[in-house]
């Protein structure tokens, strides 16, 4: 395995420790001695407490706060090796090697400004010293900086031409700048300086398999497990080749491999269910649908597809149920009605059939003539199968940061978008220490709850309000049906606008598009229609987010000391265009800008295209206008964790759990406890 950049400049960090203090006063390089050599030989406690012995009485000594910090670091207590590297520098300003680990250290809670900071500082006062430019561009690469990284590891290879962890690192850089030629020759080079360190086999495999280079990739994944057997990545991937091949039994056995090593990546579980089916081991195959089930029950794609296994054992009443849950998660989905069609009349029952062949047919042609987006479209088109393979990190599920692994667990989301909607009358809101109010936001709902058509609401006592998370029971999504056919023909603004919300509410988004495109050709100058519109294009988008999208590869992060850098492995996944939802929500903060709500949207809708420094900013917009709005606090907690502030990440948690949003305190345990 590599050696961590951090270790190793520990081992040189100490050794010219011993050439300083050979001069110090006789006592004090005894202290010296044992502290270093107990860190080379990873006793930390040990060695903070000999420090201890020495800072006691010796204030003034930064060597010894260096150390220390080193030994504090090394235990993951990163605030205190932050505030050791600190006490060096106040003692001494102008002590290189506490600005590089103060940085180091800095970028590891997050804190990519500062570390930046102390780059630049040790920089100017050793600029030959090279170990700080490889560092350095790690930070940048971990910040997205990618140019600035290439730069950085660069030079730091012009004097150090064969270190592979560099080259490896620049590499991946290479591959977020979209240069597969200089990644290659990296990668090529990192292998030839070395040939018997594995991570230079699975970065060139990855990228061949990417590019389907199949035998090439297989080759190169072969050989780096030949050289470290416990890389699930390396299975996972050359299984995916193997499918490519057509060599079933051969990729079905690296499946197994790579659950064996990573029990918890329901994808694996996914891809080898989707291989069973395939070649024909079917209750095998469901069994595993029935682990991703498990893991993943909000996932329409599961339920789908193991109703078509189900089939094919003579389940037919298991593959209804399948295909009702599939509904249920969707109702627009036209394949599922098609699918439980031609079940339902195998079983004779063919009223059931008839309508659901109806509501299928109804659907595809509302899908073709009401959307104009291709990316929409390509849903209304009944032959499609969503049995594709999954990549290893890929976006299973709606509205998930997945691709955070390592620390960050995977049923991590982002608080979902508000909208205008209706609320059963028992709802209890989560949180509100000062309920937001907003003289506008008040008439325009007035406006609705007034109109004729809302009455039958207003009798059963539900409000029409904003909403993250409307809940629907059995009742009342019964109600909405009948109110819909009741009231098939409006006119009004109002009266198309609640017709967009129950179709929302039902999730027939392409139909809830329709009305609020009626109620916007009424009144062009309300912004509650250009909320909902967008928010309703952005909950369609996640839901062809789950079925598409996933079939992208993936780069592994840069070599270095943190694990963290995984994190960075998401940048080359699926985006969808998220512009139409984007320009409504826009439109919605012009013509209301007080409403914080309109903001906190538009920081869903850049985070999932992948503008995360552009959520971060309506995030703290939202939180300008209301600084109780829990949801925008965790939502900027997550995409700060996301970019690595992870400091900062936690308070916006730590703060959102204050205001009551219970969901933040099992987030914090999971991304800022066990990392601190």
Partial sequence: MKRLLFLGLVVVAVALHGIDTARAQLNKPYFFYKGREL??????RTAIEMLNLLLRTETKEYEGYF??????YNLDDLLGAEADFSSAIAVNPVYTMAYQY????????GNYNDALKDYQYAVELRPNLMATYYSRGVTYFLSQQFEKAVDDFSRYLRSTPADINALTNRGTCYLYLKDTTRAYADFNRAIDINPHEPDGYVRRGLLEVAQKQNEAGIRD????????STQSVAYFYRAYAYVAEEQPMLALADFDRAIAYDSSNSVTYFNRAILRSQIGDYNRAIEDYDRVAMYNPGNVLVFYNRASVKIQVGDYRGAIEDYTRAIELYPDFANAYLFRSQLKAALRDFRGAESDRRIAEAKIEEYRQKLTDSTFLSYADTSRQFNKLLSFDADFGNNELRSMRGDIRKNVRLMPVFRITLTAPDTVERYNPREYRNARLDHYLE????????APWQRYGIPVGLACHPAVSGWMADSLIRWDAANDGPVSWEENFLKGVTQSLLKQYASALSYYRRAARVTDDNPLIFLNRGAAQAEMIEFIASLEGNNVMQQVAVQTDDPAARLLQSQNRQTYDYSEAIADTRRAIELMPELPQAYYNL?????????????????????????????AYYNRGLVQIFMQDTQKGCLDLSKAGELGLVE????????CIKRQ
Avoid: H, W
């Fill in 102 to 109: 103060r940085a180091i250290t800095r970028s590891r809670l």
């Fill in 221 to 228: 994944l072969t050989k780096a497990l030949e050289l470290d």
């Fill in 603 to 631: 920081g869903n809708m850049l985070c999932l295209s992948g503008d995360l420094p552009g959520a971060f900013e309506q995030y703290t917009r939202a939180i300008e206008r209301f600084p109780y709005f829990a949801e």
């Fill in 39 to 44: 860190i080379l030989n990873g006793d930390y």
């Fill in 664 to 671: 933040a305190y099992e987030v914090l345990k999971q991304l």
């Fill in 447 to 454: 406006m609705l709850a007034s109109a004729e058509a809302a």
């Fill in 67 to 72: 150390l220390r910090g080193v030994a504090k």
